[in-house]
């Protein structure tokens, strides 16, 4: 069964260099393991979903313009996530604050063509149905 996803759960980024930590601010006030739970509105770039480094993708603007000065050489650069859209699927059948809960097999897109997923949920003897 799924986990949830607090405060602190480690995500990673197919195009992204180093792992980061998910940021949620706790709004909704509902804590699982001490933790702040996450719902699938927690995609916000830079608020909730810090960089990931430096970002590999040719979609990505900065890397596209490193990569024609590099004269064709894939050249990284500095990661923005550009997540418009909510995570998905998410826990459907728990809700907070009215919004379907974050799980630990959900993915969020990268408008750079990153997908993004948990890596570490950051609860242990939690699960969700």
């Not at 590099?70 to 059948?93: I, K, R, Y």
Request: charged fraction near 5%; glycine fraction near 8%; aromatic fraction near 4%.
């Amino acid at each position: 069964m799924p986990q949830p996803v607090v405060a602190g759960a480690e995500l990673t980024c197919s195009f992204g260099a180093a792992p980061t930590a998910l940021i949620v601010l706790p709004k909704a006030r509902v804590f699982i393991e001490q933790r702040p739970a996450a719902t699938i509105m927690d995609h916000l770039p830079l608020i909730n979903i810090p960089t990931f480094g430096l970002c590999t993708s040719p979609a990505n603007p900065a890397v596209a313009a490193a990569t024609a000065a590099a004269m064709g050489v894939l050249t990284p650069a500095p990661c923005v996530p550009l997540t418009e859209a909510p995570w998905l699927p998410g826990a459907p059948t728990v809700l907070i604050g009215g919004v379907p809960a974050l799980d630990n097999v959900s993915v969020c897109v990268c408008a750079s063509g990153g997908c993004i997923n948990v890596a570490l949920a950051g609860t242990v003897h939690t699960v969700v149905p």
